[in-house]
């Protein structure tokens, strides 16, 4: 079923969570006093009161400024002014001090680096290791540009869980994507998942895909070993921003997830706010039982 999209208007099935209590706020002291950024904020999430007042965030490393322009990401674009050496020690510090059993940490594109910013992704997952040895961590990584030294210096700290979003169909990368590739992407996830990584990667709708396109990704996906899916209902950030084209249904998202579930992924979460790391604690910690081979 097709919904037509109405300018400023969400269709009724949204309902975002916009309460905040004490524990959203120790989440907000926490980011500011360990000078932090937030994918929750700076890709403007429609979660973020919900994911804060349930007293987790996911943490933006590598600064706030993104070297690639993608058309769908409200996360400033522009030159990034250095490197923050001590920002893995303030990531471990508010990961400890908010008692998470499960941290999700991302970071901006930093294509100006040599590395892409890999080390800095090892140091702050060992620095939560040093710091908070319960929790788990998963990594929601660029693309490094397809290198492969720089996703082994991020597999070399062992993540739980290898993130990767692949964001839409291929037709879509030029006009969504434009500085990344899709094959690029798809490798990274397969290479991750042959060193022996849970991997796990989410997708938008809503942004003029085919629903057959989306079901030759799943598949790929498989084939590639990813373990974990995430899919939700792609949503214009500001009016500069790629618009929606469509809005999807629940029973489409749900139609999806089975869809994907008997393709055979260990855990796939649809629905229109669904976002890459929404709730992923609630899965992630347990996603090494059980993960499927390859069919």
């Known amino acids: 079923m097709k919904t037509e999209r109405k300018p400023g208007r969400l269709p009724p099935w949204f ?7 004490a524990a959203f706020s120790a989440v907000q002291r926490q980011v500011q006093a360990n000078n932090l950024h ?75 680096l040599p590395d892409g910013g890999a080390r800095i992704f090892e140091h702050t997952i060992r620095a939560i290791r040093e710091k908070a040895p319960a929790c788990r961590v998963e990594v929601l990584i660029p693309d490094f540009q397809g290198s492969e030294d720089a996703l082994r210096t991020v597999l070399s700290a062992k993540p739980d869980v290898l993130n990767h979003n692949l964001e839409t169909v291929p037709s879509l990368y030029p006009r969504v994507r434009p500085q990344a590739g899709y094959h690029q992407s798809l490798e990274l996830l397969a290479r991750a998942y042959d060193h022996g990584s849970v991997t796990k990667t989410g997708l938008m709708v809503g942004l003029g895909e085919g629903i057959d396109e989306l079901r030759l990704v799943m598949a790929e996906l498989r084939e590639s070993g990813c373990a974990i899916l995430t899919i939700g209902q792609y949503l214009q950030p500001n009016k500069t921003l790629l618009p929606v084209d469509r809005y999807y249904h629940p029973d489409e998202f749900d139609q999806l997830k089975q869809e994907a579930l008997a393709m055979g992924f260990r855990h796939v979460e649809a629905g229109p706010l669904v976002r890459s790391s929404y709730y992923a604690g609630s899965y992630g910690a347990n996603a090494e039982c059980g993960v499927p081979s390859v069919k």
Do not use: H, M
Request: proline share 5%.
């Open 15 to 21: 309902k975002i969570r916009l309460t905040a209590g």
């Open 38 to 112: 937030t994918v929750c904020r700076s890709a403007a999430c429609p979660n973020r009161a919900e994911c804060w007042s349930a007293g987790t965030a996911t943490f933006l490393i590598l600064g706030n400024v993104c070297t690639r322009g993608c058309r769908f990401c409200n996360v400033p674009q522009g030159t990034p002014q250095g490197l923050d050496l001590n920002e893995p020690k303030r990531v471990a510090a508010a990961v400890a001090s908010l008692g998470l059993a499960y941290a999700v940490i991302t970071s901006v594109t930093r294509d100006d």
